[in-house]
């Protein structure tokens, strides 16, 4: 059973800044980053392969940015330029079946953080 625990979440108002942590076990092949707002599926936000490959979802390109320090066993979400349209709930995902993208449903999911953006 693979664990992973964010944090890092909270309010902000639109235009802040928020990042996001997620405790992850060494050596998965695809780490990343989901959302859900209540009443919609969640989504893809962005996902990284071991490696370095990076997805981005449009809605997010040029605000967000994944990061990964392996020295912690850390995956980080840098969220930027914050719309109203960003508030969610956060899940750090894993996934170790081929395939790594963003459409890609993860194999696993943190329990998630909640971000709030107020316009």
């Known amino acids: 059973q693979v664990q992973l625990m964010e944090s890092g979440g909270g309010s902000v108002q639109a235009g802040g800044s928020l990042r996001l942590s997620c405790s992850a076990p060494?050596?998965?092949?695809?780490l990343g980053w989901f959302r859900q707002v209540p009443g919609k599926e969640r989504e893809g936000v962005a996902v990284?392969?071991?490696?370095?490959?990076?997805d981005y979802a449009d809605s997010v390109k040029g605000r967000f940015t994944i990061s990964k320090d392996s020295t912690k066993n850390t995956l980080y979400l840098q969220m930027n330029s914050l719309k109203a349209e960003d508030t969610a709930m956060y899940y750090c995902?894993?996934?170790?079946?081929?395939?790594?993208?963003?459409?890609?449903?993860?194999?696993?999911w943190g329990q998630g953080t909640q971000v709030t953006v107020s316009s």
């Open positions: 995902t894993a996934r170790w079946t081929v395939g790594c993208d963003i459409g890609t449903r993860p194999d696993a």
């Open positions: 060494a050596g998965l092949y695809c």
């Open positions: 990284m392969i071991n490696g370095g490959s990076i």
